[in-house]
């Protein structure tokens, strides 16, 4: 579907249309420097209202999902612009220059209709831009302070940077472009600390990940991948991994390298069993590896002793795993949809839980299992929630 198709479905499905009469009315009953906040979104706007061009002191404008096929000029008089969101709108253009706009430090221009080969320049304030669902193949940036760039769902095969550009930039989201490799002039962003690829094609990990030395976030989620590489764990500051809904089956020891790790994110997999060596990972906070095929936990599982959340639904346990009696910390655990026959009355000691799955297993003695659980009940904090 073309962004404009997309467009002309989200107006024809989405919320009312806004009076704008009535909006000027509500601002009569505030001075002209109080008003900080522009909100002209779903109002049918095809040009900027001029008796808007008054309150000198916004900070802040919305102009979400109207008509506006060129770029609203009159906007340049709002001298303390902070933010300007202009989603849903038929803006097109090979180029766009945001440099008379000095005080601007975020711009969203999702589902507009620009050029495929597109260059956005701003000036040294704009710390992020967000040009979702453009169609665009080829994205050129000039602007020296960009730090976060979002340019999801789209077609990107180039992406280059002009000026001090790729110096600055630490996150890029790239997820939904159809990609198969990185695009091209990626590895000029030696400072980047997120980078998103989910919803791709990606086969395997691309190796131009190396040149990103101080990484601290990676998601691959929904792609296609069997196999996280040893470069991977090389990435010695991450603190999220994220690999689920892919199709791996194994996972190296080299996880265990990641000792500043704290959230991992591995289900939807094929994973029938975790590294011995995870326990090295004593910053962990959340693990969800739910729907794998994991049989039981490795012994060094007990260590991770600041882990907060833990998902192990829909694997192979037979037996409950006495590893996770070790973790003090957990406030949420779903250990649902194995085929656990008997739990443990020590879970009750995990004094934090918060939360607790355990339905859809495989007691044989499904009213004293009940009988069991009211007794946990008691034994844990009024807090919890629990359900069987």
């Keep these: 579907m073309s962004p404009a198709a997309s467009t002309a ?14 909006y000027l009315k509500s601002l009569e009953q505030a001075s002209i420097n109080s008003v900080k906040v522009l909100d002209l979104s779903r109002m049918g706007l095809d040009s900027f209202p001029a008796a808007l061009l008054r309150y000198t002191a916004v900070e802040e404008i919305y102009l979400n999902e109207n008509k506006l096929h060129r770029w609203p000029e009159e906007l340049k008089e709002f001298r303390k ?12 253009g090979q180029r766009l220059s945001l440099r008379k706009y000095r005080k601007l430090e975020k711009i969203t221009l999702d589902r507009n209709q620009f050029s495929a080969a597109f260059t956005l320049v701003a000036g040294k304030r704009l710390k992020a831009a967000d040009l979702n669902a453009n169609g665009l193949r080829s994205l050129k940036v000039k602007a020296r302070g960009l ?48 980078l998103v690829l989910a919803r791709n094609l990606f086969r395997e990990v691309p190796v131009e990940i190396k040149a990103f030395t101080g990484l601290q976030s990676v998601i691959f989620y929904k792609n296609q991948i069997a196999q996280i590489p040893s470069f991977v764990f090389e990435c ?17 020891e080299g996880l265990g390298n990641l000792e500043k790790l704290e959230e991992l994110y591995l289900a939807h997999n094929y994973i029938r069993k975790l590294p011995e060596n995870i326990g090295n990972l004593t910053r962990l906070r959340f693990c969800y590896v739910e729907n794998n095929h994991l049989e039981q936990l490795p012994a060094s599982f007990s260590r991770l002793t600041s882990l907060e959340r833990l998902s192990l639904n829909h694997n192979r346990f037979l037996i ?24 443990p009355r020590s879970i009750r000691e995990l004094q934090a839980l918060r939360l607790l799955l355990l339905h859809s297993n495989a007691c044989q003695d499904e ?10 009940e008691r034994k844990l904090p009024e807090q919890l929630r629990y359900q069987y």
């Excluded at 919320?15 to 009469?21: A, I, N, T, V």
């Excluded at 939904?176 to 990626?186: E, S």
């Excluded at 010695?236 to 190296?252: A, I, K, T, V, Y």
């Design 81 to 92: 612009l902070r933010r300007l969101y202009l989603n849903e709108n038929f803006l097109g």
């Design 367 to 376: 009213m004293q299992c009940i009988r069991w659980l009211r007794e946990i």
């Design 320 to 343: 409950f795993p006495a590893e996770v009696l070790s973790l003090k910390n957990l406030r949420e655990f779903d250990i649902s949809e194995n085929d656990i026959e008997e739990f």
């Design 147 to 194: 730090q976060e760039l979002n340019t999801m769902e789209n077609q990107i095969i180039s992406l280059k940077a002009g000026g001090w550009f790729r110096k600055d930039l630490r996150k890029l989201n790239l997820s939904g472009n159809g990609m198969k490799q990185l695009p091209k002039g990626i590895t000029r962003f030696r400072k980047l600390e997120k």
């Design 236 to 252: 010695s500051h991450l603190r999220e991994l994220d690999f689920h809904h892919n199709q791996l089956d194994s996972l190296p």
């Design 9 to 22: 479905q989200n107006r024809s499905t989405g919320r009312p249309q806004r009076s704008l009469e009535a």
